[in-house]
């Protein structure tokens, strides 16, 4: 059976055997779901990197809860951050984060479209992106529905509170020149990932933060 097209966001891949992948995404219809395809030479993975938004049509299969996707399409190319190795390896720490925080079958209510927003504003940046991150771990908190107040973040912040007192006062704008060095912009994504960690009751480890610590040293 194949449903309607929908659109959906890229999360991670797992490999399955020697030609197919379980692709994880988050859709508006599903909330996180994966779907088992076997991407053939003339696609391979590109369409499939880190928070690409894509449209295809579901295919249920009654005898399993992997379905599969056909007529797959990249909605938006994102040249903004494919052209720029900071913001992709941005979207390696975004994407891993949401993947290891959702479960399956989670969809909370707007989530979808405020991922999508997110991704969008990020490509179209071309300048002070660098606090890009922070910001979306303490948005990803409000879309998950508890958005952090200053007195519930303190036991996470601790020593880092006042660098994280901007983002819950600034908006969107100023956020992004809020200055920090690469030491406290890490500090505070470790500390977010405990805030996460703590309200989603589960040990989030974001292996690609690594990433980011060289990146942001």
């Not at 399955?16 to 991407?39: D, I, K, M, Q």
């Not at 606090?131 to 107040?149: M, Q, T, V, W, Y």
């Not at 912040?157 to 200055?179: C, I, N, T, W, Y």
Request: proline share 5%; aromatic share 10%.
């Amino acid at each position: 059976m194949t449903g309607d097209s929908i659109e959906l966001i890229v999360l991670a891949t797992t490999p399955v055997g020697e030609n197919a992948v379980v692709v994880h995404t988050l859709s508006r219809v599903y909330g996180r779901r994966g779907f088992l395809l076997r991407p053939g030479k003339k696609a391979g993975m590109a369409l499939f990197l880190p928070l690409n938004i894509l449209e295809a049509d579901v295919v249920e299969n009654p005898k399993s809860q992997l379905w599969s996707l056909r007529n797959i399409l990249l909605k938006d190319g994102l040249p903004g951050i494919r052209g720029n190795l900071y913001k992709n390896s941005m979207t390696l720490f975004l994407s891993e984060v949401l993947f290891r925080t959702l479960r399956d079958g989670a969809n909370e209510d707007g989530l979808f479209d405020w991922c999508v927003g997110s991704i969008l504003t990020l490509n179209a940046l071309e300048a002070d992106f660098s606090n890009f991150h922070i910001r979306f771990l303490l948005e990803l908190a409000g879309a998950l529905g508890f958005r952090p107040s200053f007195q519930d973040i303190a036991p996470f912040a601790r020593e880092h509170l006042q660098e994280l007192k901007p983002f819950l006062e600034l908006d969107f704008g100023p956020s992004m020149l809020v200055p920090l060095n690469g030491a406290s912009r890490n500090a505070l994504c470790e500390c977010l990932l405990q805030y996460l960690s703590y309200h989603t009751e589960q040990s989030i480890q974001v292996k690609s933060l690594a990433v980011l610590r060289d990146l942001y040293r």
